[in-house]
């Protein structure tokens, strides 16, 4: 059911931008929960979005797209606890179904039955209003600035699952490759909250200024081929690998240390890296794929923030007139951290 309009962004052809535009706002049905949204992180996830990655099929159009955002719960359907209303929150990238086997242990990205993505098979942040499922809208700490919080279910969440997938201990000496973008810049924090040996990687000066004014040492990577030894110690224990090109995975499977693991996060389409299997039985290395993150680690991300603990990174903050030319920096690799929408800049 709709309720009036609203002005916001949609997608109404994959792989082009999304057109401002008034549309119906739809009310919360059963099961359903009303956001009146604050502001919308922008990274390179929803641009995958937009282009059709996550998703292409002309039947999901058109899509508000937009899924790292956060907003107050103002309504709720029938069937929907209204606990929540008033509270702040943050959406749950993945429509997990709540009751298969991996739901019911906590392991949300695994879903048996998913039901696609926000953003993609559902509407996301790029408008005022949005509903989502109930069992998709996470609380976060009410001292947390909305704008600040765009970090937390995707930049920040998505590290701290990267950390336990890598079982990440104090002894280890970690490199994270691409540590100046919206994850990346988030990987090296999180990281060090575990380990002092953290190195980021990336290829210009404003990025490489932003890794070390987080406290991690920056080395440029122009020509990763070509880097001398990073750590006094030995070779890297575990990579993360925040790039996925075949120069990235192939420096990755040569510089790790015996029993060292590779943590490896990009999904481009028709992206290939090049490993010889014996790399990996001669040292007995690890590649580790790290898909999003639980709820309770979206939660656990919140809480790094609020505490101080992870300083969010925010390149550009935008209001809505401003938000393509944010995506073509981003598509530009010149936005250091996060991008954001911020909805009180209309």
């Avoid at 930049?155 to 994850?183: F, M, N, Y």
């Avoid at 991690?216 to 880097?227: K, M, N, P, T, Y």
């Avoid at 935008?318 to 009180?344: F, I, K, T």
Wanted: hydrophobic share 40%; proline share 6%.
């Amino acid at each position: 059911m709709s309720v009036g309009s609203q002005t916001g962004y949609r997608i109404q052809t994959w792989g082009s931008d999304p057109v401002w535009e008034s549309f119906d706002r739809a009310e919360p049905g059963p099961g359903e929960v009303l956001i009146e949204v604050e502001a919308c992180g922008v990274g390179l996830t929803v641009l995958n979005a937009i282009r059709g990655d996550l998703g292409n099929d002309p039947g999901l159009l058109p899509r508000v797209p937009g899924h790292e955002l956060v907003g107050v719960l103002t309504g709720a359907g029938a069937d929907a606890d209204r606990g929540l209303v008033g509270r702040r929150v943050v959406a749950y990238f993945y429509l997990n179904c709540g009751s298969c086997l991996e739901c019911r242990a906590g392991r949300e990205p695994l879903c048996q039955r998913l039901g696609g993505f926000v953003g993609v098979h559902g509407d996301g942040g790029y408008a005022p209003f949005v509903v989502l499922p109930a069992s998709n809208v996470i609380p976060i700490p009410q001292s947390l600035d909305p704008v600040a919080a765009t970090v937390v279910p995707d930049a920040v969440a998505t590290p701290v699952h990267v950390s336990t997938r890598a079982e990440l201990t104090t002894e280890d000496r970690v490199v994270v490759v691409g540590a100046g973008g919206g994850v990346g810049i988030h990987m090296i924090q999180v990281s060090r909250l575990t380990t002092a040996d953290v190195v980021g990687l990336d290829v210009t000066s404003e990025k490489l200024e932003a890794i070390e004014s987080t406290g991690i040492r920056a080395v440029d990577s122009s020509d990763i081929s070509s880097l001398p030894s990073l750590f006094t110690d030995g070779p890297p224990t575990v990579v993360i690998d925040l790039v996925g090109l075949d120069t990235t995975g192939s420096w990755a499977v040569d510089n790790l240390a015996p029993g060292g693991r590779l943590v490896v996060l990009t999904t481009f389409v028709d992206q290939p890296v090049t490993v010889q299997y014996r790399d990996f039985v001669f040292r007995e290395i690890s590649l580790l794929g790290s898909r999003y993150a639980t709820k309770a680690e979206v939660a656990g991300a919140a809480e790094l923030v609020a505490q101080g603990r992870v300083q969010p990174v925010i390149g550009q903050v935008v209001g809505p007139d401003d938000l393509l030319p944010l995506h073509e920096r981003l598509r530009a690799g010149e936005l250091v951290g996060r991008g954001a929408l911020d909805w009180s800049l209309r």
